[in-house]
């Protein structure tokens, strides 16, 4: 079985697991608030994705700067409790250790990886760029796919932040990504909080079974609404609770207080989506501080994101509850 990170050979995976046994009910109503955090002590783990393999859960995210680690990698047996994967010496584990050719090696830059694949953001160069990377092993190494990027909007400014979703009841895979509009944004934070505000827009890009050949056409399902947003949509993580699609994604700028781990719901998967009155995790909320970049199981239910801590962008825990349009933690 190859596990296919970031471009997804893991929704192989996830696809056969459904089939050998059904996904859980979900409970409606029985959790309260459940955000828990800071975890790993508080160190930097930013842009977390989630998987769970054999009973073990397994989250990803971007590298910490400063360190040669492209992909982290951390694990919990119980969702509460998450370690660092190591090697055998001691050191951190790399889940890409090798970057492709093309990539900027004096400025690699990965980040935002996603469990169902390990689709990131190529290097200091703009625009940015998806690429995908497959593994016969959960914990990597991960060998980039192919001779180029997966998605290169460059004309629009790049893309990140990809994420996978299977449509269980059809079989169809796809990708959502952020189309990096900001970069030719016209300045304040993040580079789009000035007006005219450049779109961000989020879109849905169907896929072949293998989880990375692109099929069809792109559709956009969300966008910035200027200076709401602070120019600035990002971080697209789709998931479906009985009817209704759920597309969570973050607002703001990721510097500043105002980024958010927000949500949009719809009853078709290309939309329209209709954002929720108010944001899941904002900063203030139980004390969080800059929450944002969630990534949703396929359950619907268990949660990774990020909020501000001492040490960076620490790893935080949520356990969701669906009740129609209506998500709380």
Same mark, same amino acid.
């Given at each position: 079985? +190859?596990?296919?990170?970031?471009?997804? @050979?893991?929704?192989?995976?996830?696809?056969?697991?459904? !089939?050998?046994?059904?996904?859980?009910?979900?409970?409606?109503? !029985?959790?309260?608030? +459940?955000? @828990?955090?800071?975890?790993?002590?508080? @160190?930097?783990?930013?842009?977390? #994705?989630?998987?769970? *393999?054999?009973? *073990?859960?397994y989250a990803f995210a971007t590298r910490t700067i400063g360190s040669s680690l492209h992909i982290q990698i951390a694990t919990s047996p119980d969702f509460n409790t998450w370690t660092l994967v190591r090697n055998s010496d001691g050191s951190q584990k790399d889940a890409l250790p090798n970057l492709p050719s093309w990539v900027n090696a004096a400025s690699p830059n990965t980040w935002a990886p996603d469990l169902i694949q390990i689709c990131h953001d190529s290097s200091e160069?703009?625009?940015?760029?998806?690429?995908?990377?497959?593994?016969?092993?959960? %914990?990597?190494?991960?060998?980039?796919?192919?001779?180029?990027? /997966?998605?290169?909007?460059?004309s629009q400014g790049g893309a990140i932040d990809a994420a996978g979703y299977w449509e269980a009841a059809t079989g169809q895979r796809y990708i959502t990504y952020k189309v990096d509009g900001n970069s030719q944004g016209h300045g304040g934070a993040c580079g789009n909080n000035v007006a005219p505000y450049v779109a961000t827009?989020?879109?849905?890009?169907?896929?072949?079974?293998?989880?990375?050949?692109?099929?069809?056409?792109? $559709?956009?399902? /969300?966008?910035?609404?200027?200076?709401?947003?602070?120019?600035?949509?990002? @971080?697209? #993580?789709?998931?479906? *609770?009985?009817?209704?699609?759920? !597309?969570?994604? +973050?607002?703001?700028?990721? $510097?500043?207080?105002?980024?958010?781990?927000?949500?949009? $719901?719809?009853?078709?998967?290309?939309?329209? &989506?209709?954002?929720? #009155?108010?944001? !899941? &995790?904002? %900063?203030? %909320?139980?004390?969080?501080?800059?929450?944002?970049?969630?990534?949703?199981f396929r359950d619907g239910k268990h949660m990774l994101f990020h909020a501000n801590s001492a040490s960076g962008r620490a790893l935080y825990t949520a356990q969701i509850t669906v009740n129609g349009n209506t998500v709380s933690a």
């Open positions: 079985m +190859s596990f296919r990170s970031i471009c997804f @050979a893991l929704w192989a995976l996830t696809a056969q697991l459904c !089939l050998a046994a059904p996904l859980p009910k979900l409970e409606v109503g !029985l959790i309260k608030r +459940s955000e @828990a955090g800071p975890q790993i002590g508080g @160190a930097n783990f930013p842009d977390p #994705s989630i998987i769970q *393999v054999n009973g *073990v859960w160069h703009r625009p940015t760029l998806c690429w995908c990377a497959t593994s016969n092993s959960i %914990t990597g190494p991960f060998t980039p796919v192919g001779n180029g990027a /997966l998605i290169c909007p460059t827009p989020i879109i849905l890009q169907p896929v072949a079974k293998d989880g990375y050949t692109l099929q069809g056409s792109p $559709t956009t399902i /969300l966008n910035n609404n200027g200076a709401a947003d602070q120019g600035i949509v990002e @971080a697209p #993580s789709l998931t479906k *609770v009985g009817s209704t699609y759920i !597309l969570f994604f +973050s607002s703001g700028c990721f $510097t500043t207080g105002s980024y958010t781990v927000s949500y949009a $719901t719809s009853t078709s998967i290309t939309g329209p &989506f209709t954002r929720a #009155s108010s944001p !899941l &995790f904002a %900063t203030g %909320t139980d004390g969080l501080n800059t929450p944002g970049s969630a990534d949703i």
